[in-house]
């Protein structure tokens, strides 16, 4: 926020407008006005109003009365008589070299100084600038104090004053403090000075700290006689930190903080210097002007067809000059389309052809532009991975299933628990909001079956639950040292069908669904010759990781109950088994199903009772007889059986497969060769044989 004076804009403006147009011009200019305050103006004798407007941060230039007139000059399209800066005539012959100024160039762009001797401060300021500063809430010190003031306010440089006699040799340093110090400002409050402050030394003493207050050991007053005036371009970042941190404000922070204009640095030392010499007397005997930049140079090329499609107009290239050169930008037509802008000192804000843009429909008005719906040609790029989280969930959906949403905070003992987790490579939070929110979890186990305790908690006994979400695991090669996994992980137990009329007895959830649904889902993705390598886990019975190519798609199995009850306690009301599987979505295939048609000839089905050993899988078992013969159509388990009189190690499995021809009628001899050299094959493959 930013405080001016209404009379004293008017003085500047040299013209009369109504009160309200000026609120109106600046609303318009997009400095909102948020306060209004009538006040005695005393330089006047009469009432005057303060007004309150909202400057960005990007508009340092909007921080003084001149470039608030300057604004409204331009809106209204007067003509703003500019400042006269000139010193004095022999101002180039003036020594430069008795003051002595050392100047870190990272932290100081350009700091001019100006040594006056013999003044007499102990004369009143006048009037006009006291009260002004009254206005504004500032006290009059002395002159040269005052007068540095006032002209803060009217252009919005800051511009510091030493009393030279209470340096000890005309030296100054500019450079980064290094140490934690203390320092007493003019107020006599003492600060904590942190490393990486911009300071100002005299003699290893520090009398400023930059573009913030000075100190009280070269605070002039009534018996100064000989002073130094600068006037600086301090780094904005150090000045708002230590501003921010020590809790100041003051005119010179709240500007260099947001930024100054370069070029005008030393016009402004020229106009103190000329106020003070014309006040208190005494002669400018000699100055230091150092410009890193030696002058301000910014020229960006505007695009005339970019502003019109940006804008939705059809502005002319010489209606964008006019624009913008109201606005104290130089334009320079280098063809029909292209205008070369040379960007005018103060304006820090402008840095990109959008810039420009944004002052070309200022300029013309925000209520003269037309609203036109923008014609964006846009091309669908679908979200593979989204694809396949959709597909997923309406899978499993169709199961039945419920979608549960669980944070990705988990309780960090979760480590513990689970034994193949490497604790070094879990994310823990330092700043958890809970303790038991203090790990990104690393798989979605504890996710889901806190959900299927909660439920259980509430009376909902017969779950089959899923959750499509992210897990978590450290990357030091990633920029933010952390490794996303999109996974689908689910849950079931309890009851698959309840009891009812036909049923004696509900039938529940067991593995062989988990593995069923399982199939279907990579029967969808057309992933098949899944190998199912068994492992011994604590936290889970009958844990299986799934290999596809060489490639861990995830995990099936049944958990082990025991192990969680620790950390989520209602676990143990749940009294059926508990069977869960997790899958990395991104490794599912993103393949095109392929329409098959059924064969309209007739098919031969044959069942095949066979004694088999535990320890092969079932899917090996199906995906082997499928790919012996293109014959054979269909492939289905139909019964498991074991008794006593068999061996420990084997089971029997009773196989049904359908043969089917899409071309014609397959008969009965064909079959015959099909079985033969099958049975051989599961035989020497998989130790298999018929049962008798």
């Known amino acids: 926020m930013f405080v001016v004076s209404y009379n004293w804009i008017l003085e500047i403006l040299n013209k009369n407008f109504e009160f309200e147009e000026i609120l109106k011009a600046l609303d318009t200019l997009g400095f909102e006005v948020k306060e209004t305050e009538s006040v005695e103006n005393y330089f006047i004798s009469g009432n005057d109003y303060l007004i309150t407007i909202e400057v960005k941060a990007n508009r340092p230039d909007m921080l003084s009365h001149f470039g608030v007139a300057r604004e409204l000059a331009s809106f209204f399209d007067i003509n703003l008589k500019e400042p006269v800066f000139d010193f004095c005539q022999d101002f180039n012959n003036i020594q430069e070299k008795k003051i002595e100024v050392k100047i870190n160039k990272n932290l100081c762009e350009n700091y001019n100084a100006f040594c006056i001797e013999n003044i007499n401060n102990n004369i009143q300021t006048p009037d006009y600038i006291k009260n002004r500063l009254k206005l504004f809430g500032i006290e009059s010190i002395n002159p040269v104090v005052d007068i540095s003031n006032y002209v803060t306010l009217e252009y919005g440089q800051p511009t510091h004053v030493y009393d030279r006699d209470k340096l000890s040799e005309n030296s100054l340093e500019i450079c980064e403090n290094n140490k934690i110090c203390d ?83 030393l016009n402004i030392l020229n106009l103190i ?34 502003v019109n499609n940006i804008l939705g107009t059809s502005l002319k290239i010489n209606q964008i000059s006019e624009s913008l050169e109201k606005y104290k930008f130089i334009c320079d037509k280098k063809d029909d389309n292209n205008i070369l802008v040379k960007i005018p000192s103060f304006r820090l804000d402008i840095e990109r052809e959008i810039d420009l843009i944004e002052e070309v429909a200022r300029s013309i008005g925000y209520d003269m532009i037309e609203p036109k719906s923008p014609k964006i040609n846009l091309i669908y790029r679908p979200n593979k991975l989204y694809e396949k989280f959709d597909i997923l969930r309406n899978i499993l959906i169709g199961f ?223 995906n082997y007889i499928q790919s012996t013969n293109k014959l054979i159509n269909k492939i289905s388990i139909k019964d498991i059986y074991e008794d006593n009189n068999m061996n420990i190690n084997e089971h029997s499995l009773l196989f049904e497969v359908e043969y089917r021809s899409p071309e014609r009628t397959i008969n009965s001899d064909e079959i015959e060769l099909i079985e033969n050299n099958l049975l051989n094959n599961l035989s020497e493959k998989f130790g298999m044989k018929i049962k008798k």
């Open 400 to 622: 039945g299933f419920n979608e549960v949403i669980n944070y990705s905070f988990i309780p960090s003992e979760i480590c513990n628990i689970i034994n193949n987790l490497d604790k070094n490579n879990c994310i823990i939070l330092q700043n958890p909001i809970s303790n038991l929110y203090d790990l990104m979890r690393p798989n979605l186990i504890y996710s889901l079956l806190y959900s299927l305790s909660y439920n259980y908690s509430v009376g909902n006994y017969n779950n089959s639950f899923f959750e499509i979400g992210k897990i978590y695991e450290l990357d030091k090669n990633s920029e933010t040292f952390a490794k996303e996994t999109d996974c689908l992980g689910f849950i079931i137990s309890g009851n698959k069908i309840e009891s009812g009329f036909g049923i004696n007895k509900p039938i529940k959830y067991d593995f062989y669904d988990l593995n069923s649904y399982l199939n279907i889902i990579f029967d969808y993705f057309n992933q098949k010759n899944i190998k199912f390598i068994q492992k011994n886990i604590s936290y889970m019975n009958n844990y299986y990781d799934l290999i596809f190519e060489n490639k861990n798609l995830g995990f099936i199995g049944e958990i082990n109950k025991s192990k969680f009850v620790k950390i989520l306690p209602n676990l143990k009301l749940i009294k059926d088994k508990i069977f869960y599987c997790e899958i990395k979505i991104n490794k599912l295939k993103s393949s095109k199903k392929v329409l098959r048609f059924e064969s309209k000839f007739p098919a031969i089905i044959r069942q095949y009772n066979f004694i088999c050993p535990k320890n092969v899988f079932s899917n090996e078992i199906i």
């Open 183 to 265: 320092f007493t400002d003019l107020s006599g409050k003492n600060l904590k000075l942190q490393n990486g402050d911009i300071i100002i030394k005299n003699n290893n003493k520090i009398v400023c700290l930059a573009g913030i207050i000075g100190s009280e050991v070269t605070e002039t007053d009534k018996n100064t006689k000989n002073i130094i005036i600068e006037s600086a371009v301090f780094d904005k970042i150090p000045v708002r930190v230590a501003a921010k941190r020590l809790k100041i404000s003051t005119l010179a922070s709240f500007r260099f903080e947001r930024g100054v204009d370069s070029e005008n640095s």
């Open 273 to 306: 210097a000329k106020k003070i010499t014309d006040l208190c007397g005494g002669k400018l005997v000699y100055k230091f002007i150092y410009k890193l930049n030696k002058n301000f140079d910014k020229n960006l090329n505007l695009r005339v067809n970019r």
